[in-house]
């Protein structure tokens, strides 16, 4: 996780500068503010990083969210609090409707068949919010799981057990905090491997 992080920071050093002058060349604004996350999340935001989150496809009101609380400092982030604080909430707000209109596309990833199948026994305890194999969040506010990278979903169900970690989802990070540690890497991989829009 180090490495991913060092990695993510070199990479935003030098993308700081072309995020200044890319609007300014650029016929389609957006397009030019979207390419500075393609550079991290992929092309229309399909992640081939694992530690990488895919964002293309998510809903625009969980992308918005969750700039804005990182804007705002209310969400901890190692990377993209300090990048947003040169967005405006205008910028933000197009830059999520831009990637919420993005294919879902879920990674090509696989597990081991014990692995997959302990972590779809523990997926039962997810459905109602994300839906069946992670591909029908019940909300807006909910994100998809199915075909997301499993170091990342991993990365995050760890953040929500750690109460030293600020994330304000309370719900979220008390299903969390009820997995045991096997059973946040299966259901995790579980998710991963899933295929289905
Ligand atoms: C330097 C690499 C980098 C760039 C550039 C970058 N991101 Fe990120 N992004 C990350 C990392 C790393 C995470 C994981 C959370 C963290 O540690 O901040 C993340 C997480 C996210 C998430 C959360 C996804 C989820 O479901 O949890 C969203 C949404 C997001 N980024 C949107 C964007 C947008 C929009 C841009 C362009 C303005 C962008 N990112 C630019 C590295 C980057
Ligand atoms: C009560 C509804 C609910 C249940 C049950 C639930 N989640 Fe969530 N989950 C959410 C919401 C809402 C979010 C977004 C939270 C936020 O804003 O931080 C989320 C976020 C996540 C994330 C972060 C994804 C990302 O892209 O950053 C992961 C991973 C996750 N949930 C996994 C699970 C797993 C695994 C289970 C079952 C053990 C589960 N959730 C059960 C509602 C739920």
Redesign the pocket.
Known sequence: MKK??GR??A??LC?VGG?MVAPAMAADPIEA??A??N???GLN?VSVGA???S?GG?SEA??RM??LE?KSGARY?????R??KG?SDEQ?AA??KY?AAKPWVPSEQRAPDQVVFNGRLVSDRCTTCHGERGGQPSDSAT?RLNG?WAM?LEM?LNKYRDDAVNLPHRKMRKNAQKLEQAEVYEVSNFMAVQKGQ
């Open positions: 991913a992080i993510a920071c990479l935003t993308l995020a503010l979207a500075t996350c550079n991290c999340h935001g530690s990488m989150p964002i998510q969980y992308l969750l700039m990182w982030s190692a990377t993209m609090g990048l947003l967005y933000i830059l999520a990637f994100p997301q990342y995050e």
